[in-house]
Each structure stands twice: as C-alpha cells, then as structure tokens.
C-alpha cells in the first residue's frame, strides 16, 4: 500500500522531467550533463562575463525558497465560514509563500486573473524573512509576533541597508509561485508606487518574460493636490500586467454604458460587421483653418456647398471614399439648408460592438486604456468600507471596488478563478460578488492574507477585518436591487436570469502537517516510536487530514463532499466517488468490500472512470485485514490504495 506524500509539489522534479521530455540525451545516470545540454541550445547560450543581469543580495536564496516543497496543511474552519457545503470561494489565513506552495497542484494552470496589492517599501510596511530551513515555524512564530527568541518582529526601514533587497527576496519567490498558477490566457496586476516599481517590473520580466509584459496602467488615486510628499504632489499609482502566455491573453472590452448605447442608436445594412453608429457632422471648424480640408460638395438635388465656407472633416479622397461606401448622409436643417453628416461606427473607434448573426448585440464596450482616470479614488475606498462597517473603518487605504471591477472586466469572465494572496481588507472578493451580481456571472475568489495584527479590539487581526467584510458585503449585495433585474439587464438582449450569487467562503487556516514526523531524539525514544505507531497528531480532526489528502491529491478545495456510515464508519465521499477516504480505526473485511463496491453505483450514477481510496495507516483491525484489502479493491478495479 503506498503511503502519501506529505510534501508539496516538488517543482524542482517536476522541471527536469520537462528537460527529460525535450532533451532526453543530456542525461546520464540520472544526471544532467550540462556541456550536453549547452550544445543542444547551441546559440541560445550565453557565457560572456558581462551580460546584462538583474540581481540582488539574496536572490538564489529567495529562488532556494520558491523551489522547496512545503510540508505544512491547510485546516479547515467551519465556525468561520459561511455558506460551507455550497460556496465555491476561499479565505485562506497564513504566511502566502506557503500557501501559495499548498496550492501548486489543486490550482495548477486554474488561475485566470490575480491581483494583489502587496506593500510598497515605504519604509513603514510588514516586510518578513523567510525561513529556507523552516518556514512553516517561522510563520507560526510571525504570527505571533515575536521571534524565537521573544523579539518583536518590526518592519522593514528605510534606513535598513539592504532595504530594496528584502522587498525583492519577499516578492520573488511568491510571483515565481503565482506564475504556477494561472493558466494560459490568465493574467496578473499589482499595484505599486514609484518606491518599488522599477525594481518590480525588472523582477516580473524575468519571472513571466518581457515579451508577455501587457501594460503598465497609471491609476490617478486622488482627484486634487496631495500634500504628501515634499517636492512633487503625487496623485497616482501604477499597476502593472503581466500575461502567463500573452499570444494566448486577449482584454476584453469594457461594459456598455446606457449612454453609449444611446449614442450609438442607429442601424443600417451594415451592423453586422460594423456595429451600430451614430451621425456625426462633418463640418468643423475647430481643429483651426486646413486648405486641405475645404473642397465643393454636391447634394442630392444638385445643390452645391460652397466649400470656401467650409471646412470638412477630412479630405476630399476620404469624403469619396466614405461616400462610395454609404457612409455620408445628407439632412436639411430648420432652415432647408444642407447638412452633412458622416457615420461614425462603433466597430471603427476604441468604442466596440460585437452582434451576432441575427443582429442581437453580444458584447460591446471601449478599448481598455492604460491611463485609469476618474475611476475611483483612495476616498472612494475608504467609503467603500464605511458603507459595509456602518461608518467605521477599520482598515487604512483600502483599495475602491470600481478599480477592482474594472480589472475585473478586463480580465475575467463567468466561471473564472480570482487570485489575491495579499487580499488586506478583502476588496477583491467584495468585487467580484458584486460583478458577479452585476452581469450574472460565477467567478470564485480565493483570498489569502496573513494574520497579521491590529490595533482593534473589535477586528485583532487583518484577516478578521477580511472575513467579516466579505459577510456584510455579501448581505448588502443580496439585500440590493442589482440582483432584481435579468442578466445584463437587458442591454445585449438577454433575459436570463443570473445563477444564485455565491456570498459565501470556505476557511482555511496554515498550519503544520497533520502527520507527525520521525524525531531521532533518543531522550523520548519510546514515545517516538508509539507515535511512529500512531502517526496523526492528537489535537487533529478527520476534516483536517481530509484536507490534506486533498491538497497532496491535487483536488480542489471546494468540490462536493458527502459522508456515508458504512458498518459504523464514516466515509468521506469527494468529487462523486473520485476520490473515497476513511479514516476510523477497526476496520474489517466487510467494511472494505462495502467501500469497494461504491464504485459500481459512481460509475452508474457520474460516469466514475476510476476511484482511489484513502485509509489511515492505523485503520485496519490487523495486518490480515491490511494485506487482504488490497486484493479486495483491486478485484473492483481500485488500483490506487494510499495510507497517511
């Protein structure tokens, strides 16, 4: 019976088993030859002394970090939660360097879009050292803000000398792990100010490549002056994106408004391929005197417009062209004067339209800019948070949902997956509920946040600020009237109604393994070798070590679970009979023919194509019974036995 791994993904194996698929040759008793390998790359290569390079003090450690698998877990909270056997979303408390390395197989290549806000090294923010030998104790130690020797944990100053440095070693090894995570089309954004963003697109550009860098948006945060700083008064930040593949990330465009749609309120033959269009006058004067631009106009009944009196829009070859095309339109005015107008498509301007081929407006919208101004301000989150904590705020600068949501729009869709692993006051899962309730979609979040502590009495920690924020924010969304109308409310010709909205989350805390581990400390050997016997920790429950089994399985962490009673055992049923987990003690031959024979009613009722079944190590009555059931699951074609 194989036993289960209880480590992370191991990315370091997993790369070279690439190399192995690609250059087969270069390996030789295990081994990578790399004379072999460089011959291979040929002029790919690069040996020269100086290259340019981006490099810093304690870069191949941080790298060191990102590779090593993580050996904690993550334990489920089901008093903290909400909605726990329906939602799709998760709230994970814990260090996101771990976190990030649990998640690489249940959320491999599932990520469309991430955005965090880490901090921005101005000197004031929580920046910590990971631990390469430890770090899941170094978390436990940070958040209990003390090190292990009692000192307090303090932030990363200004005056530190290796200031950039430790901000780097924090952010390498997280996007380097985030990377993992999103799939082809998927994208990140980080917000950043101007202490860390060059050093942050240098670092991005290696980690995700320059080539698939899609832009570096300019957020104006604040509508007046600033008065702090200075020299300069500063009212904007950036975010910059990065695409996993950018030959595979398309934008889409940004909602209609009402008003656009009122605009652009005419049809003609061509509103297929053109879209719809509104007529704009081709006289104009503002653009200041052109001789290009004035030339004689004939009207339909023979009238000429003196063109000297004139001047047009663009020149006379375009005027014949947008002519010989059905694009000029010719009205008379109050005063049986001539006028001239020319339509103006939407499909021709950053204003776009998509119809389908009965003319229904699909999708439609404007080109998204990299100047994001007027969108929402730093005030505007603040309100934000005062609307949902009764005019209190606990948390300061929070991010406005309109920014969010307007990443949001760029960048997902229905049932896509929304990353934020440095998720503060939970702006992120707040705006995808409410865009969600918005357009009907069924986008999940998955928030992760550090425990980090505050001064409130009330909220003593960042992530109780988070989690309460998402349950009030939920309710206020349910309780609103954008849930009332059908989907799109009508403005792409649909009148579907949205799915039910998903205001809930799963909680899940980092934690060490539930399965403890051989300590050769000879001074207790006898209870190291009882525990060896007994290998789950004490103070764990069933639903503990069930996450973990399905973290080191790969599965996602909100498929539908199902317990059964099987000859008094509880048996945990996952993904309709993908994955079937006991882990009572006693267990006899009867309750092992019970379990295997589930299979047959998955593979009638799901379709089941196979079934791996998980047992306690210490499950069974006696080795017999252990042996016996082998041969038991695999007469039911269950080739994939594995104890914890």
Known sequence: MNKLDGKSLDIVSQNIEKIKELFPEVFSDGKINFAKLQEELGTFTEDEAERYNFTWAGKSEAKRIAQTPSTGTLRPCKEESKDWDTTQNLYIEGDNLEVLKLLQKSYHKKVKMIYIDPPYNTGKDFVYKDNFKDNIKNYLEITGQVDSEGNRLSTNSDTNGR??????NMMYPRLKLARNLLKDDGVIFISIDDNEVANLRKVCDEIFGEDNFVAEFVWQKASGNQNDNKYIAFSHEYILCFAKTKNSFSAYNLPPTKEMLNTYNLEDEFVKTRGRYYLRNLNDFSIGDRPGLHYDIKCPDGTIIN???????????????????NRIVFEKNSNDHWEVFYKQYMNETKEQVIIDENGNILSCGKTPD??????????????????????????????????????????????????????????????????????????????????????????????????????????K????????????????????????????????????????????NFENLEQNLLDSIENIKNDRTPQDLLYEILLKYGLDLTLLMEELEINGKKVFIIGSGMLVVCLDDNIDIDTVEKIAQLKKQFVEDYGLDSMRVVFKDSSFKDAVVKTNALYILKQFEIDEVVSV
């Open 477 to 520: 969304i349910i309780g609103s009237e954008v849930l009332t109308s059908p989907k799109n409310d009508g403005l792409f010709g649909g009148t579907e109604v949205p799915p039910p909205l998903d205001i809930g989350f799963k909680v899940l805390k980092l934690d060490s393994s539930n399965i403890k581990t051989w300590d050769s």
């Open 163 to 168: 200031y950039h440095s430790d901000w780097l």
């Open 307 to 325: 063109g000297k009196l004139q001047q047009w829009r663009c020149d006379l070859n375009r005027f014949e062209w947008r002519l010989s095309e």
């Open 370 to 475: 990299s100047m994001l101004l007027k969108i929402a301000s730093t005030g505007d989150g603040t309100k934000d948070m005062k609307n949902v904590f009764d005019k209190n705020n606990p948390f300061s600068y929070p991010k406005p949902i309109k920014l969010i949501n307007h990443l949001l729009t760029i960048a997902s869709k229905n049932n896509d997956i929304i990353l934020d692993f440095f998720s503060g006051s939970a702006t992120t899962a707040h705006a995808v509920m409410k865009l969600n309730s918005e357009d009907g979609g069924n986008r999940k979040f998955i928030m992760v946040q550090l425990p980090e502590e505050t001064n409130n009495k009330e909220f003593p920690t960042i992530c109780e600020i988070g989690k309460e924020r998402i349950r009030r924010a939920g309710e």
